[in-house]
Structures are given as C-alpha cells and as structure tokens.
C-alpha cells in the first residue's frame, strides 16, 4: 500500500501546529497534546481515514530510517525524535486498532492530492497506482 507522505503530515500539524495557536512554548509533556490528539481522532473519523491514519503510524514507528525531522512543521523546529514521540503519543490517544492490516507492506510517496482523491473515491481499486 502507498500512502502520501502529505497524509502523515497533515494530521500531525493537527498537533504540532495546532499547539501554537495558543501557546508560545511546547508542553513540557505529550500528554498535554491530549485535546488535540483527540481532534485528529474526529478528523479522521469524519474522513473515514481512522484506519489508514493507524496503520500509517503504526508503520511509520516501525520504520528506524523514517525521516520524523520532516514531519515537525510550524513555527517551532521539532527534532526527529520529538516528532516520533508525538506520532506514537497520537497513535495510542486514537486507539491502535487491529492489526491484521501490518503484514501489508506500506510505502510513503509523494502523489498529489487529486490522485489520492480519485483513488480513494474510487476506494483503491486493483488499478490504482497507490493501491
């Protein structure tokens, strides 16, 4: 399975730039990223990407090279290894789900948005490059 590494991206920025909006500084734990963990629960809820946005982290957190440094985004630079925190905080405040979708082998690409959408619309048919 492909995944867009935008997708990753997107719903960390949920919580590393959704903090600063009120605060100047990070919190001296992941814990306190608990409301907005939940805001990426709802979100992916509501997109139906729950599982998707599962197996991506849980992948994610098994891969030793994943570049985390370039998942920090916003206006504080997040080291590699707070990012990873952060990811493997917000995977446990959504829920690990089953995993019966980990012997499936994931790569993260880059696609663009619109050929993420057709896909998906399409619920990833055989065909779909990003299957």
């Not at 605060?23 to 990407?49: F, I, Q, W």
């Not at 997040?78 to 952060?86: K, L, T």
């Not at 979708?101 to 663009?112: A, K, N, Q, R, T």
Request: proline residues 8%; hydrophobic residues 40%; glycine residues 8%.
């Amino acid at each position: 399975m492909k995944i867009p590494t935008w997708f990753v991206r997107d719903y960390l920025d949920l919580i590393t730039i959704g903090w600063f909006n009120h605060h100047d500084l990070p919190p001296d734990s992941v814990e306190e990223y608990g409301p907005l963990a939940e805001n990426v629960r709802l979100a992916a809820t509501a997109k139906n990407e729950l599982g998707l946005l599962r197996s991506a982290l849980r992948h994610a957190l098994l891969m030793p090279k994943f570049q985390w440094e370039a998942y920090g985004g916003g206006r504080y630079p997040y080291e590699g290894d707070e990012v990873r925190d952060i990811a493997a905080f917000m995977l446990n405040a959504i829920g690990t789900g089953s995993t019966e979708d980990m012997s499936l082998p994931v790569e993260f690409v880059e696609i663009s948005l619109p050929e993420w959408q057709e896909c998906k619309a399409a619920r990833m048919p055989p065909g779909c490059p990003y299957r």
